[in-house]
């Protein structure tokens, strides 16, 4: 299984009102110090169904980019009840 093939099952499994870090999907994925190729991975996602990529964050609670777009993404994770704390 390629990393990408990895990552974007990781990502699928997220439950709804969850989030994980870019850190930890690439942990998962057994590339550890790989959080900004998830994030690469993540930005040509299209099946946003299968692949929740809006559920994956920054390590330090920001929501991080979207490719639909933060306010979206941010829309989508209070839509799913997940708590989020403005940081600036």
Do not use: W
Not at 29 to 49: C, H, I, M, Q
């Amino acid at each position: 299984m390629t990393f990408t093939e990895k990552v974007l099952k990781i990502v699928a499994n997220i439950p709804k009102g969850s989030t994980m870090t870019y850190k930890q999907v690439a942990i998962m994925a057994g590339k550890p110090g790989a959080a900004r190729a998830v994030g690469n991975v993540l930005k040509s996602n299209t099946d946003y169904e299968k692949i929740p990529c809006h559920r994956v964050i920054k390590s330090n609670g920001e929501i991080g980019n979207y490719n639909r777009g933060a306010k979206m993404k941010r829309k989508l994770l209070i839509k799913e009840g997940v708590c989020l704390v403005d940081l600036k």
